[in-house]
């Protein structure tokens, strides 16, 4: 039998045991709801809402100021649609070049009509991300929003959060932080770093279900927002089916609107219960990128990721050669079970809990015969 070697965990995140706790906790939502019975809502919700406090307590969030999301983009779609129009009409929105794309699209489409202009913080030539320096030097008292990556999927570059957050406050500006990337395995609390809104998914290094994504936001800012995208479940009682009764929740369930995708949260409570079991997971993550790091340099290979731990998220990516097929060196590991992914010609390497050393000496004797 073969012992894959994975360095998925920037896209999705694998625990020893995952597959049977996903299937038992799936096939209990199954055992609610194919029960005809009356049960199942109150079930299903008090199991979302385990989800919901597994999520507060492992970012420090304050009960009431978090609930749940489809994915990244529509958190911050429900957010730009719930500011007050002034936060951003006739501002910037501040966004590093190595944001996730999808969260520029998005911005980029509707920047028109909400009347504010997205700038965009250029990778300097030659370089792999946006030095911190550079948001900062951008960053006037103009923006009404700033939109930071924690650490970033192209090049795991960690951002000074410290720095940004403290700029950010004298500007008057808004911060909200997408934490996906770091999130799992690069410790972080809103007491140290108290942004206005964070958004994620369970997905990466919490080893989470798709469709599990949330929404934080402080609860003065959440008094003030009017999502856009509001149904009965914005409501404090999701029952009051008045028409010209609608009222937001006090706090995080206004960011809610339809009836709540609740599956792929109940299928994330195992993954999100096991990290929260683990104290090691940072450690064994640190002696396999440095390790890494020290056979791409005996390789040859160019290092794309800050060589400084505090800079650093979770991977380690590393820029192949622009004569090599990325696709036929990603197609050549899979056929070794090692599994890498790409992105242009750099070559993501991201280890978790099921990577050893033994992978990772596999991973560079097989890459040293490729390039
Ligand atoms: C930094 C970052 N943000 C967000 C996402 C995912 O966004 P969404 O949940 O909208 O697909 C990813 C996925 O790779 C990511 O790396």
Redesign the pocket.
């Known amino acids: 039998m073969t012992d894959p070697a994975y360095f998925l965990y920037?896209?999705i995140g694998q625990y020893p045991g995952k597959a049977k706790d996903m299937a038992a906790a799936l096939a209990d939502f199954s055992g609610i709801w194919g029960v005809p019975d009356d049960a199942q809502w109150p079930k299903v919700l008090g199991q979302r809402e385990e989800f919901l406090a597994l999520w507060r307590r492992l970012i420090d969030a304050p009960d009431g100021t978090l609930t749940s999301a489809e994915?990244?983009?529509?958190?911050l779609f429900s957010i730009l649609g719930g500011l007050p129009k002034d936060r951003l009409r006739g501002k910037r929105v501040l966004i590093a070049a190595d944001?996730?794309p999808?969260?520029h699209f998005l911005l980029n489409g509707v920047a028109d009509r909400m009347g504010f202009t997205l700038h965009t913080v250029p990778i300097r030539t030659g370089e792999f991300w946006v030095r911190t320096e550079d948001i900062l030097d951008a960053w006037g008292h103009d923006v009404g929003l700033a939109l930071l990556?924690f650490?970033?999927?192209t090049s795991s570059h960690r951002c000074d959060l410290t720095a940004l957050l403290a700029h950010g406050r004298d500007m008057g500006s808004l911060v909200g932080i997408?934490l996906?990337?770091g999130i799992g395995i690069i410790p972080f609390s809103l007491d140290a770093h108290p942004a206005d809104f964070v958004i994620s998914?369970s997905?990466?290094w919490l080893c989470g279900t798709p469709g599990a994504?949330i929404i934080q936001m402080r609860q003065d800012l959440i008094e003030q927002v009017t999502p856009e995208l509001r149904g009965w479940f914005s409501q404090d009682n999701p029952f009051s089916w008045d028409l010209d009764a609608f009222d937001y929740a006090p706090d995080a369930r206004r960011f809610d609107h339809g009836t709540p995708s609740v599956m792929a949260c109940l299928g994330s409570i195992p993954a999100l219960k096991w990290h929260a079991s683990q104290t090691g997971l940072l450690t064994h993550n640190r002696q396999l990128t440095d390790l890494i790091i020290q056979h791409a340099d005996d390789t040859g290979l160019r290092i794309a990721t800050p060589r400084d731990v505090a800079q650093r998220g979770g991977s380690v990516m590393v820029q192949l050669p622009g004569h090599i097929d990325t696709q036929t060196v990603v197609q050549d590991l899979r056929s070794r079970s090692i599994h890498v992914d790409c992105r242009g010609q750099i070559l993501r390497l991201s280890p978790g809990a099921i990577t050893t050393q033994t992978h990772v000496d596999a991973l560079f004797k097989a890459l040293k015969g490729l390039v």
């Open positions: 920037h896209s994915n990244v983009t529509t958190a944001c996730f999808s969260l990556t650490v970033t999927s997408d996906t990337q998914t997905l990466k994504g």
